[in-house]
Nanobody, 126 residues
Framework: QVQLVESGGGLVQAGDSLRLSCAAS????????MGWFRQAPGKEREFVAA????????YYADSVKGRFTISRDNAKDTLFLQMNSLKPEDTATYYC???????????????????WGQGTQVTVSS
């Protein structure tokens, strides 16, 4: 049974930073790509960032490039998202996800991911 548990969300002001974590269990963490997605009320889930299984390839949405950093610790089965210079438009529920394939051909797609966490809320006030 795969479990992904996010933590680290909260209420912050614009310009602040947050670090999200995602603890994984139940599947060989280091064998799969991981991603972060977010969903705001009334909007579709959107890609934020992804990382290959060994961390050699990183992918970012244009809206977060230069502000967010995705990383992983395969020894601790944990995924991270460092979010700096937060903006009100970053407000959303953030989900971590584990890929279906070891090396998904398109890690930016929702459909590339098989397992999802329950989400953690990030609210950025102006």
């Amino acid at each position: 049974q795969v479990q992904l548990v996010e933590s680290g969300g909260g209420l912050v002001q614009a310009g602040d930073s947050l670090r999200l974590s995602c603890a994984a269990s139940g599947r060989a963490f280091s064998s799969y790509a991981m991603g972060w997605f977010r969903q705001a009320p009334g909007k579709e889930r959107e890609f934020v960032a992804a990382i290959s299984r060994r961390g050699g390839s990183l992918y970012y949405a244009d809206s977060v490039k230069g502000r967010f950093t995705i990383s992983r610790d395969n020894a601790k089965d944990t995924l991270f998202l460092q979010m700096n210079s937060l903006k009100p438009e970053d407000t959303a529920t953030y989900y971590c996800a584990q890929s279906l394939l070891t090396d998904p051909p398109d890690p930016l797609r929702v459909g590339a991911y098989r397992y999802w966490g329950q989400g953690t809320q990030v609210t950025v006030s102006s």
